[in-house]
């Protein structure tokens, strides 16, 4: 099945075909600016010029950097504050011409992982983190999503970690890769006693330099892997939403392992 999936970011919005049975972009992926200020009717229009002639009349799914409920953005990190309350899936499918599923981007992230990448089979508590502009969560137990984590906002050193631990962090405060890796491990270690996941996925454009700083961090039992979908990840994962969708199901509390709904 080929549909179409959108990565909202707060610098930018990514696109492309994804072949969801395998995982894999059917054509290239595409991307705009996230206009600025970033309001609603701005993204759901720079979305759609984006994705014009694309799959016509094929459902979209949409990772959106917000807690989302029952298709309305409840938070906005990193977005105009509009966002916040607003009927997104309303918003975009209206302005797409095409039925719309929204989902939190890391979340979208995530479950692209788990069906494809590296956390494909696994069980247990599974946790992806996505570090960039802020650090995304994506957190399963025996590959069923538990939606809207949002842990780049727990308090670390009296901040919101992503404030001082996102890639963007690090650069913003010319943070030598030790340094950072510090701040990148006390948070690690803070979830790590919160959830106590088996396994935790390393993802985010910083994860293609893994090689300096995956070996300074020590949790105290979780593995570690680093993503393997890449930047596909998010466009991948929401395309999924988009399919469990397609199949008369919810976009909230998708099992991986088979991209089917279990409750809501």
């Known amino acids: 099945m080929e549909l179409l999936g959108v990565d909202v970011g707060g610098t930018g919005i990514k696109a492309a075909v994804v072949d969801t049975r395998r995982g894999v972009l059917s054509g290239e992926r595409i991307r705009v600016p996230t206009p600025q200020p970033s309001t609603p009717a701005a993204v759901a229009g720079a979305t759609a ?4 002639g694309l799959v016509p009349g094929a459902p979209a799914g949409i990772g959106f950097p917000a807690v989302v409920c029952d298709g309305t953005t409840l938070t906005a990190a990193n977005v105009d504050p509009a966002w916040v309350g607003a009927p997104a899936e309303s918003i975009f499918s209206e302005a797409l011409g095409r039925e719309c599923a929204v989902v939190n981007d890391a979340d979208a992230a995530g479950l692209a992982e788990m069906r494809f990448g590296a956390g494909r089979g696994e069980r247990g508590v599974v946790l992806m983190l996505t570090l960039g502009t802020g650090i995304g969560s994506a957190l399963f137990v025996d590959g069923t999503l538990v939606p809207n984590t949002e842990l ?11 404030a001082r631990a996102s890639a963007v962090a690090r650069e913003r405060e010319e943070l030598s890769w030790k340094r950072w890796a510090s701040r990148l491990n006390a948070y690690l270690l803070h979830v790590e006693g919160l959830l ?12 293609r330099k893994q090689e300096k700083f995956l070996p300074l961090l020590t949790p105290r039992r979780a593995r570690l892997a680093v993503a393997a979908m890449g930047n596909a990840a998010g466009v991948v994962g929401a395309a999924l939403v988009a399919a469990s969708r397609a199949e008369g199901a919810p976009a909230s509390g998708i099992r991986a392992a088979r991209v089917t709904t279990v409750g809501g």
């Open 196 to 207: 106590w996941p088996d396994l935790v996925i390393v993802g985010g454009g910083v994860s």
């Open 152 to 162: 780049g906002h727990l308090e670390l050193g009296g901040e919101e970690a992503e």
């Open 49 to 52: 010029g984006l994705v014009e």
